[in-house]
């Protein structure tokens, strides 16, 4: 059904489009009536996705080319959520992964993952908040990882930049309180897509039942939004568990700050 333009949600941009999770937010956002902004690096599929995207579902689809591990790449998406007015949500959600220790990883492959994991989606987020705040009014979505949980064997940078969009998130959910923006965390668990071969990792080594279909994932994660989380893990059956991780570092938080160095390391008892 093609909606007026009152009732348009208004333009998504969803970066990594091309495959994977972002493309299936692209269909999912298109089918739900939002123009799509669709970003990533390889052309020719932003181009026939946006094509298909804007031929079934009536809505205006583009294709917009940019390396976001660049800052001339991002910069291109930073002003278009700061020129255009009619964005209304932001999927920060390309990233890449590589499986390997640390001292096997080169170190350009270390930079473009800060880079794409970190820097894009903070400047990103800071530029989509910015827009929003001053519409009151939009949502971001950043895709975290449950990598960032707890270390991984041989994902030692990626799982580091998950565990960072886990706390950057929550941060930003601090900074909107009291608005009518929305910020969400998305955690999912392993889904299929192209990127376990980019990190040349075999998605076919998992047993099949931790696998994720891209369209389960990202339809849990739209859901978890509708019902107005602010942190959805899809694949997570026990929600209580994520409550317990976020009440138990709090607490951390709250008890790490103290004067006295800890009674166990005995600091100051040989001098009494
Ligand atoms: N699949 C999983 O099991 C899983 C689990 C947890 C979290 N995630 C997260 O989900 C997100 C999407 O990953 P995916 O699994 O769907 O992998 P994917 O299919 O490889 O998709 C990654 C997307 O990011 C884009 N991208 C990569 N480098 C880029 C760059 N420098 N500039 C702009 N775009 C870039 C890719 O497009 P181009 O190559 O065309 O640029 C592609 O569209 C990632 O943040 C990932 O960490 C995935």
Do not use: H
Request: glycine share 10%.
């Amino acid at each position: 059904m093609v909606q007026s333009q009152t009732t348009r949600p208004g333009t998504a941009i969803v970066t990594g489009a091309s495959s994977g999770i972002g493309k299936v937010y692209a269909e999912r956002l298109a089918s739900r009536g939002y123009d799509v902004i669709l970003v990533a690096r390889r052309q020719d599929r932003l181009r026939e996705i946006a094509g298909d995207l804007g031929a079934r579902f009536s809505v205006k689809a583009e294709a917009l080319v940019a390396d976001l591990s660049t800052e001339s790449g991002v910069a291109a998406v930073a002003t278009r959520l700061s020129s255009d007015a009619s964005v209304s949500l932001l999927v920060n959600n390309a990233g890449f992964s590589t499986m390997k220790p640390l001292t096997e990883t080169p170190d350009d492959t270390v930079r473009s993952m800060i880079a794409l994991n970190i820097t894009a989606l903070t400047v990103l987020s800071k530029a989509a908040l910015i827009a929003f705040k001053g519409r009151n009014a939009g949502t971001l979505v950043n895709v975290g990882s449950g990598a960032g949980f707890s270390p991984y064997p041989n994902i030692p940078v990626y799982g580091a930049t998950k565990a960072y969009i886990f706390l950057f998130t929550q941060s930003l959910q601090n900074e909107v309180e009291g608005t009518a923006v929305r910020v969400q965390l998305v955690l999912p668990g392993a889904v299929v897509s192209e990127g376990w071969d980019v990190a040349g990792a075999e998605l076919e080594a998992l047993p099949e039942g931790i696998v994720m279909t891209t369209e389960d994932c990202v339809d849990a994660a739209l859901a978890g939004l509708d019902l107005g989380e602010t942190a959805t893990a899809p694949s997570l059956q026990d929600a209580g568990l994520l409550e317990d991780y976020v009440a138990l570092s709090g607490k951390v938080l709250q008890s790490v700050f103290d004067a006295k160095p800890a009674e166990r390391y005995g600091v100051g008892k040989a001098a009494e």
